[in-house]
């Protein structure tokens, strides 16, 4: 066993990933940038997106700035949504962590108002966000653990540098552990659901918003302080759905992601794309039977007494 882990884990995370604070991080948030994270100083207006991963971050994202920029795509500049919305604890050069700068440089730089997004739980998300009186306001995305299992499976398979399981079965044992990258699903979502009623905190689950799109949108608006005609909001609505979201170079991350797959040279990989299906239940097509009642053993334990009740 590596010494850098507290317990087993499989050789593709040993060689991708590290363990802080009992967290396994992938080396692409490099520790000199989860510490830097902690400090990062927030301002009154910051908006931030918070979620596990794999849970409707990008498309939050794209929601938002649709509607700081009333449903006006050109305001963008043509932009991909990203560079609007930095990644606090990710580098810019996905195939040289170590030296890479980080995208949280462009953050402290960024006029007001800023928007902002992490995966970090709330210990390593900057100290005046990270408790139960957040400065700054907070939308945090939470989706059933059983599709954001699948989807992050895949997503590892995906993105260079990340863990590359065996198997689904394989990844599967390391989610239920709490050995997944970032860590347990849990005590991703739980602090925040706590924080729910918190006048700076607009708590999302991403089965309701695939429900009511139109209705998310006025949710997030109304949270921005943002007042919105109907036909803005079907307009934004619209530009947001998967498939639009998926064929616009814009917003699908896999622009992004495949121009610097091939700057550093690396191999591209076929018929798998960031936004891969979006859509809820999924997780039937992997989960075994003995995989489901273990995990909703673990579920019912660890969800007892929150009132957190999801769609499956």
């Known amino acids: 066993m590596s010494s850098r882990f507290s317990s087993q884990?499989?050789?593709c995370v040993v060689q991708t990933c590290y363990e802080y604070e009992g967290v396994i991080i992938p080396n692409l948030m490099p520790l000199r940038v989860i510490k830097r994270v902690r400090t990062f100083a927030c301002r009154p207006d910051d908006l931030f997106v918070v979620t596990y991963p794999k849970s409707g971050t990008t498309w939050t994202e794209h929601l938002?700035?649709?509607?700081?920029?009333?449903?006006?795509?050109?305001?963008?500049?043509?932009?991909?949504?990203?560079?609007?919305?930095?990644?606090?604890?990710?580098v810019e050069d996905l195939s040289n962590p170590t030296t890479s700068p980080a995208l949280i440089d462009l953050a402290e730089k960024m006029p007001s108002p800023r928007m902002l997004k992490s995966h970090c739980h709330s210990p390593f998300?900057?100290?005046d966000i990270g408790t139960d009186d957040p400065k700054a306001k907070v939308i945090y995305v939470a989706r059933n653990?059983?599709?954001?299992?699948?989807?992050?499976?895949?997503?590892c398979h995906y993105i260079p540098n990340m863990p590359r399981y065996e198997s689904w079965d394989v990844f599967f044992e390391e989610f239920l552990a709490d050995r997944a990258p970032q860590g347990s699903w849990f005590e991703n979502v739980l602090p925040w659901w706590r924080r729910r009623n918190h006048p700076n905190v607009l708590f999302l689950k991403y089965e309701d918003m695939k429900k009511d799109l139109?209705?998310?949108?006025?949710?997030?608006?109304?949270?921005?302080?943002?007042?919105l005609s109907d036909d803005v909001i079907a307009k934004i609505a619209e530009a947001s759905t998967f498939?639009?979201?998926?064929?616009?170079?814009?917003?699908?991350?896999?622009?992004?992601?495949?121009?610097?797959?091939?700057?550093a040279g690396m191999e591209k990989p076929k018929d798998k794309s960031f936004m891969r299906k979006g859509v809820v239940g999924d997780w039937k097509n992997y989960f075994t039977d003995d995989q489901n009642?273990?995990?909703?053993?673990?579920?019912?334990?660890?969800m007892a007494g929150?009132?957190?009740e999801f769609e499956f």
């Open 306 to 308: 929150s009132g957190l």
């Open 243 to 263: 498939k639009a979201m998926k064929n616009n170079p814009s917003s699908n991350p896999d622009t992004l992601i495949m121009k610097g797959i091939e700057k």
């Open 214 to 227: 139109p209705g998310t949108v006025r949710q997030i608006a109304e949270f921005m302080g943002k007042s």
């Open 145 to 155: 653990p059983k599709d954001t299992a699948v989807s992050m499976y895949h997503f």
């Open 9 to 11: 884990v499989p050789d």
């Open 125 to 127: 998300l900057p100290a």
């Open 64 to 90: 938002c700035l649709l509607i700081k920029y009333d449903g006006d795509h050109s305001k963008l500049g043509g932009d991909h949504l990203t560079k609007h919305f930095p990644f606090l604890e990710m």
């Open 293 to 302: 009642k273990r995990f909703d053993e673990l579920y019912e334990k660890q």
